[in-house]
């Protein structure tokens, strides 16, 4: 990951909208992994029950060593979603008041992760749980009865014995893995309105059509917008399947799940493309937003949203713009090439829409948010690009 300076703010990524190469994706990533390893050294655990707290400590010490002597190997477990996403919760939660099972959720995945990273230089035993992931390998269940767990160099092992490590999904890129496991504990939690959370299901369609749906969206973005792709293989790592829809697309992702998507199985592929599109730039976004301050009167008041029915705070109206300012690029890439699917009048309705709700947020943006120098940065930006749009869509 790059080396830029955490804070966001002694230099606003002037790219941070549309990408123009990998190097703002790094850093915003870098910046926001640095903070969680920062908070994970100052977390403390005395309020946890034992025998969770003993555990801990001893999952603690082990992590401070690898911290030092193996930091990438470290800050890879540390940024794989089985072991960021539990740990932004329990951190946000509060994690000085005691959540038992938060806490030995990342302690385990994170020991089985190193443990098969072959960084362990010493044998821990944690607590049986019912199952846990090891990051790009799959999920175990652990069969009941079993009582502990041991970690070493290079093995993992359940009462003495080797689990059977189960696949849990099948790899669309080269980084990106189409899930059917997901361990976020917000994923029964949904913010919209038209929505009741994010569960998995593949919609009775086989994984191998979910594969060459989500590669066939891919490849649109590839061709028109190859910055974006590019940044794609930084921000994401995991696409969760949550059903078929042909209506209607439902996609969503979560601030502390960064790396974590939501998507639904949809049979036109510029539909697939733009949720993809979407759900990177809330990633993106959400990191950011993580390593510094955009708007300084995020959550209120209320204003009407240009793609939700419900009033948003002005967070939620940026993260809109923000996901669909690269959405409406695509659009125009597309029609400059002549592309036939945004040719037609249906593709030059679409571009419009999208055009014309994104000057209802930016209108919303620059009357009533306080910004910081980043989100100042980020605004300037996203009008540069609106301007275009608009011209474009005359």
Sequence with gaps: MSAKPASLASEP????????????AARVLSAELGLLAGRLGRVSHASLEEPARAAWGRFARVLSEIARTERGAFLATLRGPSVSAPLRVWLTSGAERGNEGLAMQIATNALADLALANVLDRRVEMPALPRFSIRGRGVVHVPVGVRTIAFDRGVVLLDERAPEIV???????????????????????????QKSGNAVSLGGRAREEWRSAIEAALAIVERYLPSTRAEMELTLQRIVPVGFDEERHLSASYREAIGTIYVSLHPDPMTMAEALVHEHQHTKLNAALAADEILIDALEPRFASPVRPDLRPLLGVLLAVHAFVPVAELWCKMIDASDPRASSARGASRFRDIVRGNREGLDVLEANARRTPVGDALLMELLRHQARHEVRAS
């Design 167 to 193: 696949e849990d999904g099948v790899p669309v890129s080269a980084h990106v893995t189409l899930s059917t496991f997901d361990d976020n504990p917000l994923a029964a939690i949904e913010a919209h309105p």
């Design 13 to 24: 990524p002037v790219d941070l909208a549309i990408a123009t190469s990998n190097e703002t």
